[in-house]
């Protein structure tokens, strides 16, 4: 009964919170940042939490846009609670990725859990994740300690139906840049070294390695430099590739892989290459004990349970949240439409008034789940043992 009492009240707090909330989500999407130049979305979510009292740790990790917010006077006893927030923006597409909710949503929720917690131990951790587009924040928090005191993680992500633990891939970046030698390409091309031939026939082989991938394998990629002029051979050109699969084991495999087509491609061409490879973002690993506290939450708020989750091939570094720690991502529709993330579309829907409804019900299916959670040290213990277990079949596979 407690539990519930609780929740009630954390509901009511977010209520409260409401209109200054959906002002933070709208300016945040007015104002994209991207990468790690996100000082004024971070510092939104940082005033905006300071305001109601959270304690808030600013440049964790010596990332200047990286933050955790905690409640005050805690001794460190308890359930650690992590909620996730990020603010990084797509370039060229804003908000396509529901960020400017994914931020709010997480202060809001640790907001009105501090004023409702009392004297119950334990304590709530909003995790200010910079740069998740690409530059995998979370694995520097990660590595530096900042998860730590963390027994849980929950994150929010908007999408266009309810979901809640679907799994998701691993993936990692790779960059490659060719040098050549220019020269005019009419005059004295036999002289020259053609470095955007050695890109396209990258693209190349990594086609003809299609064929050769398990299912699951994902391959793309971009020239993101090719050469200046037609009359002229391209002394330089720079290719930037991805590699999906459901593993991070088998990412590692595969980013050989192409990393071969892309030195073959040099070795053809007579090109110097660079190859510069990005962090691994982990497969998500979903923890049934910690997706049912979230399920057991979304009734009470009038939101229907999940018909399915089935396997996405999107790729996030939640993932390496989930391995370190139990993690759960739900998700709430944004447009009715029925458009996706990473689309013109779908960032026009993360301010519609859809997706700021989505933003009040999510809070409160966090800080419910969080409660129940906090509550319930036992069932948490359980959930770490099951992660535990998840880890070890996998490292045994």
């Known amino acids: 009964m407690r539990n519930e009492a609780l929740k009630r009240r954390a509901w ?14 709208l300016d945040i999407h007015a104002h994209p940042e991207t990468g790690w130049d996100t000082p004024r979305s971070a510092g939104l979510l940082i005033d905006y939490m300071e305001r109601h009292g959270l304690l808030v740790e600013r440049g964790v990790t010596d990332l200047e846009n ?37 931020g709010t949503i997480a202060a809001t929720a640790g907001v009105a859990l501090s004023r409702v917690l009392g004297d119950v131990p334990g304590n709530v951790y909003v995790m200010g994740c910079p740069f998740e587009e690409g530059g995998g924040g979370k694995i520097y928090m990660i590595e530096r300690g900042v998860f730590d005191p963390a027994d849980i993680s929950i994150m929010w992500h908007g999408n266009n139906k309810v979901v809640v633990g679907n799994p998701n891939i691993a993936q990692s970046r790779i960059d490659f840049r060719f040098y050549g030698k220019p020269a005019h390409s009419g005059q004295s091309p036999h002289q020259g070294i053609n470095a955007a031939d050695a890109a396209m026939l990258t693209f190349a082989g990594v086609n003809a390695l299609r064929q050769h991938v398990t299912p699951d394998v994902r391959m793309s990629g971009v020239i993101k ?25 088998e990412v590692v495999r595969l980013r050989q892989r192409v990393i071969d087509c892309a030195r073959g491609a040099a070795l053809m061409t007579g090109a110097r290459l660079e190859v ?63 458009s996706v993330p990473h689309t013109a579309e779908f960032a026009e829907a993360c301010a519609s008034p859809m997706a700021m409804e989505a933003l009040v019900t999510a809070a409160k299916i966090m800080a419910a789940t969080a409660i129940d959670l906090i509550m319930d040290p036992e069932r948490v213990a359980a959930i770490k043992a099951e992660h535990a277990d998840l880890k070890a079949s996998i490292a045994a596979a």
Request: aromatic content about 6%; charged content about 20%.
């Open 12 to 25: 009511e707090e977010i209520d409260s919170l409401r209109e200054e909330a959906v002002g933070i989500a």
């Open 225 to 249: 430099n090719g050469g200046s002029a037609i009359n002229i051979v391209p002394d330089y050109a720079e290719v930037a590739m991805q590699v999906r699969a459901l593993r991070q084991a």
């Open 66 to 102: 990286a933050f955790r917010a905690s409640i005050p006077g805690r001794d460190g006893s308890g359930v650690g609670v992590a909620l996730l927030a990020e603010y990084d923006a797509l370039e060229g597409l804003g908000h396509a990725c529901s960020h400017n909710l994914i």
């Open 276 to 338: 510069e490879e990005g962090l691994i973002y982990a497969e998500r690993l979903i923890v049934p004990g910690l997706r049912e506290v979230v399920l057991e939450n979304l009734g009470p708020l009038g939101v229907p349970l999940p018909e399915g989750d089935p396997q996405t091939f999107a790729s996030a570094d939640s993932g390496n949240v989930s391995q370190f720690i139990p993690h759960v991502t739900f998700s709430l529709p944004v447009d009715e439409r029925g």
